[in-house]
């Protein structure tokens, strides 16, 4: 039996949200980014659309209780941290109609964060919806893949071709499992992500299909962005492939000593709603009205992420959307 994965502004059923829980990872940065999530949360269920906020524990259900809109559904599930795009499993359709809970082998990102409830998220949310649940032998992040819905994904070489994932793959082994397991026929290599990316370069936060054959990118405004090279390789590939190019504005250099990585590109595509994740930077307004043109059915909605961003990413990361059936 097949399966495909379908593109991001396909219609949802619901969106799950991890809600931030661990105070000895968060730190003092815990009750903004606290907020900032509930807040995403809140954008999405406003218009509509049901949100499942993921929480672990009384604790952490009291606080986003607190914040968030009373039509969000709350869920408990086991996890380290909110990354569930890369631990929670993929919505992928089968061509009997059905969906399915597909799952992958999770290393903490090449054994760098490896936490304690990350392996039990998938099934635990997978049962929570009532898929059947399927894990691969081999391990992708969610964040690493971007599809257009026409058989062509795009990926960074930098993460899925690291040896700290799956040292005994080849290219063209993963290329055979992403058609396997996503239904992906085509592939879009890029280079390198942004720079300070602990995932080592997940595409979600350097290019994004914005429909079948458009693809978002940043372009840098200013001398000092650090991913200048990386943004116009990046746009260069895409163009090569045959694909329209649009420059989104970056969020330029971002962070008091190393170069973080804040980026416009790890928006969320709801039913209704675009969100865009915004650090309090120069090109915050310019970026969501440049990202809002390419959704024009939907109200892109830019909001402060800059505390969940101390977390290692931004809304894009630690949601994951359900397709309708």
């Known amino acids: 039996m097949s399966q495909t994965m379908p593109p991001e502004w396909a219609e949802q059923e619901w969106i799950w949200i991890g809600f931030p829980a661990a105070a000895d990872l968060w730190e003092d940065d815990l009750a903004p980014a606290q907020a900032q999530v509930a807040a995403f949360a809140n954008a999405i269920a406003e ?172 372009v840098a405004t200013s001398d000092d962005d650090p991913n200048a090279a990386v943004y116009d390789d990046a746009a260069q590939r895409a163009a090569d492939f045959g694909l329209t190019v649009h420059r989104i504005p970056s969020a330029g250099l971002y962070g008091e000593e190393d170069a973080e990585p804040a980026s416009y590109m790890n928006f969320v595509i709801a039913n209704k709603v675009v969100v865009v994740p915004i650090y309090g930077c120069a090109n915050d307004a310019a970026a969501v009205e440049a990202i809002g043109k390419l959704f024009p059915g939907r109200k892109a909605v830019g909001l402060m992420a800059d505390a969940v961003l101390t977390g290692g990413g931004s809304f894009h990361c630690c949601s994951q959307h359900v397709p309708v059936a």
């Open 47 to 218: 218009s509509g659309q049901q949100v499942r906020l993921v929480v672990r524990d009384d604790e952490s259900e009291a606080a986003a209780r607190a914040l968030a809109h009373p039509a969000v559904v709350f869920e408990r599930h086991p996890y380290g941290d909110i990354w569930i795009r890369d631990t929670g499993p993929l919505i992928v359709r089968t061509d009997d109609g059905k969906r399915l809970a597909q799952g992958f082998g999770f290393n903490g990102w090449g054994e760098k964060y490896l936490l304690d409830g990350d392996q039990e998220t998938g099934a635990s949310l997978a049962e929570a919806g009532h898929f059947a649940y399927r894990k691969a032998d081999w391990v992708l992040e969610g964040g690493s893949i971007d599809p257009d819905g026409t058989g062509l994904v795009v990926t960074t070489e930098q993460c899925l071709l690291n040896r700290n994932r799956n040292p005994d793959l080849s290219r063209e082994e993963i290329a055979e499992h992403l058609a396997q397991e996503l239904g992906f026929e085509r592939i879009l290599w890029l280079g390198d992500g942004l720079l300070g990316d602990h995932t080592d370069g997940h595409v979600d936060n350097l290019a994004r299909f914005v429909a079948p054959g458009e693809i978002a990118i940043p």
